[in-house]
């Protein structure tokens, strides 16, 4: 499972025209789920995003997450993450976890940030969505389990 990490002022997410998902500031969570993936990566990764500290405490240091901040969260599925890109100057996607299995892993991963933190939107699983933010920063993560 790979996790492209934003930090945003504000982030939305339209799907055929409509807002599905909008936070403040926060984190932009694009999510790559690989064949592999199993839920106790799932919770691990949920655990290691809450946590991870990427925002500015009083001395302008990073020490604070998005949990200490009661920031909102936006989650986006995004297969392109998955893509084996070792070799050529095409994406392989022979790595990411086919559709059904790997939308059944993202409602999980949604439905545990939702009970975990209080602020959590996101997109449609295999939607065309256009995502909109305003970077903080910026800065930019790429995190693996």
Known sequence: MKALIQRVMSASVLVEG???GVINQGLL???GIE???TPVEVEKMINKLL???VFSDSEDKMNLSVSDIAGGVLLISQFTL????KS???PGFSTAMPPVEAESLYDTIV???KS???DVASGVFGAKMQVSLVNDGPVTFLLTC
Request: without cysteine; aromatic residues 12%; proline residues 0%.
């Open 18 to 20: 409509d807002i599905v």
């Open 29 to 31: 969570i694009f999510i």
């Open 35 to 37: 064949k592999n993936d």
């Open 51 to 53: 946590s991870y500290r």
């Open 82 to 85: 998955a893509a084996d890109t």
């Open 88 to 90: 050529g100057t095409r």
């Open 111 to 113: 439905e545990s940030f």
């Open 116 to 118: 975990k933190h209080s």
